[in-house]
C-alpha cells in the first residue's frame, strides 16, 4: 500500500511524497488531522540539531486506531518509563523522550507508525465523540496551557498574558473558565489584538505573567509589570537570536518573584483538554482559521499566521 506524507529533508525543504508501507515499522493510527505549530515553522526553516532528518514534521494529531476503530488524539511523545521524572509522572521532563515530529516521525501522513520496540509505548486518549477532528487537534496546544496554568496553586486576581497567538488566546479562555474573578490584560505587537477583560482599568502590577511570544522584550516588560511575590510563566521558548537575555538577579531576590518553566503536556493535561471541549467550558472553533491538505502543507509552513489567523490544521480524512 502507498501512503502520502510530508519529508522535510533540510531547511526549508518540505514535500509530498508517495510512499510504500515499511514492513520494519508498526502501522497503529489512520491520522485525520494534525496541527501546524509554530515550533514545526521554526524547525522547517532552521532545523534543531536534535532533529532527526529526514523527517515528518507534526506532534498535534488525532485519528482513528487501526487495533480497535476508536477515535484517539496522541501524546506526542514517548518517554523511557523508568527514570526518576518518569516516576514522579513528570514524563515531559524525562531526559531520554522521543518526541514525534522532532526525533520520531509525526503527524504530517496518512498513517502513523512506530518501530516494534515503541508501538505498545505510545499513548493515546480516546476523544469523545462530542468533538470534531479539528476540535481534538487543538488537545495537545490546550493541554500544554493547561500544563502551565495548573503550576499556579492560588486563584490571581490579575494576569498579563505577553502574545495574541493561539496559546495567549486558549490562556485567555483557561483563565476566563477557571479563575472568572481575575483581570485580563493582553499584550500583542499587533494592536488589533490586544485586549482586557474585566472591571475598569487593568492594575499597574500584576500577579501572574504569562509569557506565550518568544521575544526577550516581552520577558523584561513583564518582569517590569509584576509584582512583588508574583510568579512569571515561562510558557514559550525564546528566539535563539535573542538570547542571552539580562535578568535583575536582585530584582528578583527582593520582590520574592518566581520564574517558573514549563515545557510541554502530559497525558493527564491532553485528557482534561478533551473534556473541556466536549463539555463546551472552552470552545476552540473560531481559532481554527485554517484548513489545508498535504500537498498544502510545504506552502503554509512558509507563511506566517496573519493577524486574525490562529491555528492551521491539516485534514487527512
Ligand atoms: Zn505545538
Ligand atoms: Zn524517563
Redesign the pocket.
Known sequence: MSLQKIILSGPGQASLINEQTSSSLIPLLDIAACGICATDRKGFLSPPASMRLPLVLGHEFCGTLLSTGKRVAVWPAI?????C??RQGR?NL???IQLFGLHLDGGYQQQFSLPPALADRAIFLEIPSALSWYQASIAEPLACVIHSLDMVKQSPASICIYGAGLMGRLAVRLVQYQWPQCHIEVIDPEPIRQISFGQGLGPEQVELVFLACSSAGAVSAGLQRLQPGGTMLLFSGLDRQHNPLTIDYNRLHRLEQTLHGSYGCLPTDMAKALALMAHHDLEVDDLITNVVDLAQVPKSLLAPNCRDEYKTVITLT
Not at 518517554?79 to 527514570?83: D, L, W
Open positions: 518517554s523511557c518509563g523508568h527514570c521524572l518518569c514524563a524525562c531526559a531520554d
